[in-house]
């Protein structure tokens, strides 16, 4: 009578540890206690009790598996590969460095249909009874589950949370954006200016200007920085004033401007990124334009009477140098009503659904059929053509383009 009885005191004792175990690393998970208290928890209280003194806890995290913990395990384990399943309540026997490690049973964690981690339990007895493992599988089972899918749903709300950061960080650089690329123009008597500009994606890294300089020069320009995102549109944010502030300070020398943007780039780029920029100064006395083509896609002038030319002559890119090793000016005389249509490769690397690209010769045509147009409606035009060019087939780049007519 009295065994009866210590066995059932013992009982007691052991489904009030039960309820202890679970009761702790419940407050745990509530108090955002970290990860690795967590698991110490969860090994104490299988190993205090209950002689549960080997486990591997392995856990998929963004579809790979990792193992999370291991106790009473001699050497290192071999990682998962992907794909790998453990039978569930199965003896398994894992390789390491120091040689076999045997688990009585493996215990599978499930989370909305989905097997979220896989424990492997054993003890250190050998032909003792009933393995404590089996003895306590449901208990194994149900404590696990908790601090699992406790840890699983943790790591799911902090990648909400970063990802609503990443949100409210594109939502601010794309209004950075926003402000940056110019909307309007200003009613200039020599020269009609439109412009457009479409991000890939939220924010994009392509910008253009068209500003007068003093009372006889206005300065045309267009840029894209390689790459995209939020890095992209805070750099030309501030090569975007750099460039105002030279420009306007540099009156005259359009070479040494350019030396001293590739200056700045370099600073604030540290070499990771570069930037491509068409850049000229229109003098409305003379009609001369006078530009440099930082390895950007080179502008089209096209001339009323249909006859048009490229403007590719200037340097590298911004920010691919320390110092640019050399730069070719161009000049030209801008005959009256002649287009100038400045654009970045989004447009003219546009694929169609057989992977050929939109191409120069193609802008070319819809703009000497359209030259006598106002350039609101040549830009219309040109849009539409790379739109039924395109078909079905998705845009891969931002697309900028402005058109100035030269009266």
Known sequence: ???????????????????????????????????????????????????VNRLVLYTSVSGEW???????????????????????GKRVVL??????????????????????????????AEGVGVSPVVKHLNFIQILT????????NRRLS????????????????????????????????????????????????????????????????????????????????NFQ????????????????????LNERVMANARGEKYITLFVARY?????????????????????ADGTAQQLVLGSVGLGMFTEIPSVDMGRVTVAPDSVLVCYTDGLVEQENEAGVPFGMQRMEQVVRERRGMGVGAIQKALLEAVEAFRGTEPTFDDTALLLARFR
């Not at 998962?80 to 569930?88: D, K, L, Q, R």
């Not at 589950?145 to 699983?152: K, P, S």
């Open 145 to 152: 589950n908790v601090l699992v899918v406790a840890l699983h």
């Open 158 to 237: 902090e990648e909400a949370i970063r990802q609503e950061a990443t949100r409210r960080e594109l939502e601010l650089a794309a209004e950075m954006q926003t402000l940056l690329v110019p909307t309007s123009w200003p009613d200039d008597p020599d020269v009609d200016v439109t412009a457009f500009y479409r991000p890939h994606r939220e924010v994009g890294g392509d910008y253009y200007d068209f500003f007068p300089v003093d009372g006889d020069e206005l300065v045309v320009c267009m840029a894209d920085v390689s790459g995209k995102g939020v890095s992209a549109a805070f750099l030309m944010s």
């Open 66 to 88: 990792r193992c999370l913990m291991t106790a009473g395990v001699d050497g290192a384990l071999p990682p998962v590969a992907e794909g790998t399943a453990f039978e569930a």
């Open 1 to 51: 009578m009295a065994e009866k009885v210590s066995r059932l005191e013992r009982k007691i004792e052991l489904q009030d540890y039960k309820l202890g175990a679970l009761l702790e690393v419940t407050r745990a998970i509530n108090a955002r206690a970290s990860e690795e208290d967590l698991l110490d928890h969860f090994r104490q209280s299988l190993a205090e009790y209950l002689g």
């Open 283 to 303: 003098n409305r006395r003379t009609r001369e334009l006078v530009y440099i083509n930082c390895g950007h896609n080179p502008p089209l002038l096209m001339g």
């Open 241 to 260: 004033a750099n460039l105002r502030a030279i420009l306007q300070a540099e009156s005259g020398d359009l070479e040494r401007s350019i030396r001293l």
């Open 95 to 124: 390789t390491s460095t120091a040689g076999d490690q045997v688990f009585d049973v493996v215990v599978p964690v499930h989370h909305d249909e989905q097997v979220v981690a896989y424990v492997l339990a054993g003890d250190d």
